[in-house]
């Protein structure tokens, strides 16, 4: 016993005691709810002050997601081809031309076309008549763009305007669908519901009808290149059905 309380011995288990208490306090203890790294970096980042001008900065390479599983990737299959029955109404070369899109874009699915496209013709009919050129500049190609800037322009020249609501869709459907060399290419047909009357500088009713809902068939070719970053499809040609 009393060679196990020298003093050479007391003073190594100060030493340690010290050195332990040092280490706790600069490592400190693990409880299990530790932050990873990243973690600590994205805390520091979201607390970091935002600089003027960089109040809506988004990553031009955003982090690529997980690869699909084998049964991921069937599922995807399978949803795919469902989409393409149903929106090809047993008309092969829409559902052939709507394969080779998704073949040649990933992010293509022909359900989410579809509800865009349907957005975006209530936009341009209503930017339409409503004389809004930014929003149409923005979902239409140049060339199209023009024609309806055209139809504007001679409408106010003429003092005209269009009282103008957008009922709704009763039907839609895909008429073409093709991959080109440059582009996706998809023809839509829209059959639409809407309440429309052109009146002259004084209100006097010239066309349409301000209280009946009326019919009116349009089809519209939307395109896209597979390979661009911008998701985003431009109506190139526009036609209308009797």
Known sequence: ?????????????????????????????????ERTPLQR?????????????????????PRPAEPLTDEDAERAKRKLETEIAQLAHGDEKVASGLREIAEADSTFTPKIFMEG?????????????????QTLKNLLEKEVYDGFERAIKDREAAGRKIDF????LPKVEIAEAELDKRNANVTVRFHAEVVSATLDKDG??????????????????????????DPNWKLVATSQLE
Do not use: C, H
Not at 13 to 31: D, P, S
């Open 204 to 229: 006097t009713l010239i066309e349409g009808n301000a209280t009946e809902i009326t019919n009116i068939a349009d089809e519209w070719t939307f395109a896209r290149s597979p390979k661009s970053r």
């Open 1 to 33: 016993m009393e060679e196990f309380f020298d003093i050479p011995t007391l003073i190594v288990i100060g030493l340690a005691i010290v050195v332990l208490f040092r280490l706790r306090q600069v490592l400190g203890t693990r409880t299990g709810r």
């Open 41 to 61: 970096q994205n805390e520091a980042a979201a607390k970091a002050p935002v600089k003027p001008g960089e109040e809506n900065v988004v990553q031009m390479r």
């Open 165 to 168: 609501t957008f009922v709704g």
């Open 117 to 133: 496209a349907k957005a975006a013709y209530e936009m341009v009919v209503t930017a339409f008549a409503q004389g809004d050129r």
